[in-house]
């Protein structure tokens, strides 16, 4: 599994602990609440190699903090595979 950057979206703290964690069709949804400030959001963990996956849950939403989240790791995942092809 990939996870997201982690850090809090209100004050960027780097922690955050796990208060419900539940699989969906894509991956695990998670709730977490930052230990720095308390703020709330949700994750949603994707599969690391089922990229297309990622990218079409990033293009049917794409208002969705959580999309813009999995959209950045499908971002990564394509330099990855650009890395590993040039090696
Ligand atoms: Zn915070």
Redesign the pocket.
Known sequence: MAHLGLH?P??N?PTSEVKDSRPNEHGIRRRRV?T??N?RFTTLEVIATNPDVAQELADTSRRNSVAMRIRRITESLETLLDEFHRA
């Open positions: 809090c209100s004050c703290h930052c720095g400030c703020q």
